[in-house]
Structure formats: structure tokens, C-alpha cells
């Protein structure tokens, strides 16, 4: 099969960029930049982006997603990880701008999507993300990763045949989500909204099978995964969604304070510590009263709590129930 028009293509990524803009499924930001359709950077709580576009490659300065116009289509159109498919997508959609007719951007949609946002009604992905639960079944992907069938349905997890994706709602009024590709090794989380995942456990009487007295604990985690590692060992944990969410964080602790413990437990690399810190700093900044607990050995060799998990389970409850006495 010949790809005849694929140098074409890929010098059409801003027009592809304009088109997504039409839809409503991307937000322009300026000078090349774009809310990112990979980690939701640039929403619309911050008018700022981090994915931008210089030429025929695209770039997200937030999550380091990078491709060219094929990488974007496939992404976007939930397609598997087969160049051939994502050209014939590519081609079928940009064939009216290789025809010569480059429709002119629609400067109603972009200013009706930026300068009013308010009006955009807020998604329920309910009926979705329970029908996904039904087929959670039809998938290892969860049980591989160390999760018992009562944490599989306590988060209400689930599985798109379809779409050969899995799903994890934030939180239980799935109002948002992240979903993650099967077909794709190296394919991140898609994030569905921005919120803190099992954010009711910063609230809520605790799950700690482990503890008494008045005190409870939770763990601070990156992502949802990692989150859920706890709780299959009787801990509460919230998970952020990333290195870049710890912001959100303390917006929700300035709205609504938490009288627990707050054991940081992000990953074991740079990215994690660097976010460690980075709490550190804005809490104080923000001068909140917040306890909180930081060991920098908690996960020893293991990157996280999920490969701490899936690899040394009884070493995982016992280093936790040393970091917590």
C-alpha cells in the first residue's frame, strides 16, 4: 500500500489543529498553543497550555506527549496503534484540504468556547462508565495490576470492547475519568475531566484496618493505579493524576481542610521528589495547617506502589506499617 500524500499530511497538522478547534474538542490558546488532548492541560479553569505546534510535529511541554499529525488522528479517533489506519483517517478527513479547499477558522467557535466557558454544560459519563463495569470482565488488565474483584468494583473500573480501553472514574458521581489504550504499551492515561481521584477519602471515616486512636492517614499518590495499591492493602489514598496536579490539591484543602495525615507517596524518581517539594512549598505558601508525612524510603528499589504491589505484596504491608509507626 502506498502512502502517496503522507508529506502532504503532515504539513496540514495546523489545519487538523483548526478542525479539531470546529468541533469543539480542542481550545486554541495563541501563538501555536492548544489545550492538551492528552493531559487536559490548559482547561478551562487556566487559560494558559502547554501543547503546541511548531510546523509539521506537535508537543505538550505538561506530559511530553510528541507526534506528528498521524500520532494525533490515531490518538484522537481512538484507533490502534496501525500506521495504515491512522494515514486512511487522516486522509479521509483532510481530504478537502488536499483538494485545495482550506476552510478559514471559525473565529465564532473559538471566541464562544474561550471567553464564555461557563455556558458549556458539565458531562455526566454515568450510563457510559457503568457499562464499561459490566464488561470489566472481558479484561485482565486490572487483576495484573494487583487488584482484588472487591477494588475492581469499589471504583466501578471498566472495560471498552469496543475501543480496546480501560476505564477509572475519578470519583462516584462520574462526572469524570481517565481511560488508558490496551493496544499500546507506551500510551498514557487519557484524562476526562480534572478532578482528584477518591478525593471523599480526605474527608471521610478511613478504611485503615491497621489503625487507632484519633488519627487516620492518607496517602498522596500520582496516579490512580498506585491510589488503588493502597486501598487493596486496607489504606485510604487519593491519587492526582499526575506530577502537574499537585496544585489542585491545595486548592482543595484551602476550600475544605483535612484533619487527617497526609503521607506523601509519590513516585520513587526525580519527578516524584521534585513534586514532593513542590507541595512543601505551596503549602506553606498558602498557610495551610495541613500535617503531613514524607519517607523518602518508602518504596525502596520499587518506582511505585503499584510495582511495590505487584512484585513483593507482604513486603509492601509491612514497609507501609513502618512508615506509619
Given amino acids: ?12 497538522l ?20 492548544y489545550t492538551c488532548p492528552f493531559c487536559n492541560s490548559g482547561n478551562k479553569q487556566k487559560n494558559t497550555a502547554a501543547f503546541h505546534v511548531n510546523g509539521t510535529r506537535y508537543k505538550c511541554f505538561s506530559c511530553t506527549e510528541k507526534g506528528d499529525i498521524f500520532d494525533l488522528v490515531g490518538h484522537m479517533e481512538g484507533l490502534e496503534n496501525d500506521f495504515a489506519k491512522h494515514y486512511n483517517r487522516a486522509l479521509k478527513i483532510m481530504r478537502p484540504y488536499l483538494n485545495g479547499d482550506k476552510k478559514e477558522k471559525s473565529k465564532f467557535v473559538k471566541s464562544k468556547i474561550i471567553k464564555i466557558p461557563e455556558i458549556i454544560e458539565e458531562l455526566d459519563y454515568t450510563d457510559y462508565l457503568h457499562k464499561c463495569h459490566e464488561n470489566v470482565a472481558q479484561t485482565d488488565y486490572f487483576r495484573n495490576r494487583g487488584l482484588s474483584q472487591e477494588t475492581i468494583h469499589r471504583f466501578k473500573l471498566g472495560y471498552d470492547p469496543e475501543k480496546k480501553l480501560v476505564t477509572i472514574p475519578y470519583n462516584p458521581d462520574c462526572k469524570g475519568y481517565v481511560d488508558g489504550v490496551l493496544w499500546d504499551s507506551n500510551s498514557k492515561y487519557y484524562k476526562h475531566g480534572n478532578e482528584l481521584f477518591n478525593m471523599n477519602a480526605l474527608y471521610e ?13 492518607v496517602f498522596v499518590c500520582e496516579g490512580q493505579i498506585d491510589a488503588m495499591s493502597f486501598v487493596e492493602i486496607g489504606l485510604d489514598a487519593i491519587g492526582l493524576g499526575g506530577v502537574n496536579e499537585i496544585s489542585n490539591l491545595i486548592k482543595q484543602l484551602k476550600e475544605k481542610p483535612c484533619c487527617k495525615i497526609l503521607v506523601l507517596a509519590l513516585d520513587n524518581d526525580k519527578a516524584g521528589r521534585r513534586a514532593t517539594g513542590k507541595f512543601i512549598e505551596e503549602l506553606a505558601e498558602a498557610e495551610i495547617d495541613q500535617k503531613y508525612i514524607v519517607n523518602s524510603d518508602m518504596y525502596e528499589k520499587y518506582k511505585d506502589a503499584n510495582e511495590f504491589l505487584t ?3 507482604e513486603g509492601f504491608i509491612e514497609k507501609m506499617k513502618w512508615v506509619l509507626y
Fill in 311 to 313: 512484585t513483593d505484596k
Fill in 1 to 12: 500500500m502506498g502512502f502517496e500524500y503522507k508529506n502532504d499530511l503532515k504539513k496540514l
Fill in 14 to 33: 495546523p489545519e487538523y489543529l483548526d478542525y479539531l478547534v470546529s468541533k469543539g474538542d480542542l481550545e486554541e490558546r495563541g501563538d501555536g498553543f
Fill in 205 to 217: 471515616v478511613g478504611i485503615n484496618a491497621w489503625l487507632s486512636g484519633d488519627s487516620d492517614y
